[in-house]
């Protein structure tokens, strides 16, 4: 079937054809996408970056549609135009969400029919994002959501995959496929970039002693003392590190 991109700003992706289903991930404004199943008011769909496979509410969506630029910011408000003024909205795009430029001015860009992002929220879809500890600390304190992709909620898995994919960087979105994916490291010192990975969980290292993961009983995005973090997960979820890698070697 054809390709689609969404259009709104986020949307659920669910694992079965109802709103009552667990919410498994989100898709962002500008995704590439293609509907496998028609069922009702759900669409199967296969997601163009990581091949993911859920159900999405079914919608009008854009089918011509090629990003020239991407959201660098954490969010980024959108605006409508009135006259010659810019009102803001309550909405936003989010981070690593492509957009493709239909009009501009000095401060704003027109990315769809009367809806602005500031021109300072973006940057060329082929900008490389060398500093991925900006981009998770980005998240800092962001609550924490199951199968959430943005700064309004994200689990664990989703952190670490965000900075691949603003990089348009292929990294599988569940735990369980990234430990499969990711090469493993040699040695047992813990030192900036390390992945660690659990059955179920992922986070990485901001430094030696330092960690960062989006961590379901904390309810948020937080930084921890590794070592801590290690002993916590083993004590009260009785589960060990399987894995580790770094985000460098991906």
């Known amino acids: 079937m054809k390709n689609n991109f969404l259009n709104k ?90 957009v493709c430029i239909r009009n501009e001015n000095k401060k704003y860009i027109e990315f769809k029919k009367n809806k602005w992002i500031k021109k300072s929220d973006i940057k060329n879809i082929d900008h490389y994002e060398k500093n991925y500890i900006k981009v998770f600390k980005f998240f800092l304190n962001t609550k924490y959501l199951w199968g959430g992709k943005t700064c309004a909620g994200i689990d664990c898995s989703a952190l670490i995959q965000i900075y691949f994919y603003y990089n348009r960087i292929f990294f599988p979105r569940d735990t369980k496929d990234q430990i499969r994916f990711c090469k493993r490291k040699r040695g047992k010192n813990r030192l900036k970039g390390d992945i660690l990975f659990w059955k179920g969980h992922v986070g990485i290292c901001l430094n030696k002693l330092r960690f960062i993961h989006a961590y379901g009983p904390k309810k948020k995005v937080i930084i921890m003392p590794t070592i801590q973090t290690i002993k916590l997960i083993d004590k009260t979820a009785n589960l060990k590190v399987k894995k580790v890698s770094n985000i460098c070697n991906i």
């Open 9 to 98: 700003s986020v949307a659920n992706v669910y694992i079965k054809p109802t709103s009552n289903s667990e919410v498994v991930s989100q898709i962002l404004y500008g995704e590439k996408f293609k509907i496998l199943l028609k069922r009702k008011k759900y669409l199967k769909i296969k997601t163009h970056y990581d091949n993911y496979i859920g159900y999405i509410k079914k919608d009008k969506f854009l089918e011509n549609f090629k990003p020239s630029h991407k959201v660098s910011k954490i969010k980024s408000r959108i605006f409508f135009k009135k006259g010659k003024r810019f009102l803001s909205s309550n909405h936003y795009l989010y981070y690593g969400s492509g």
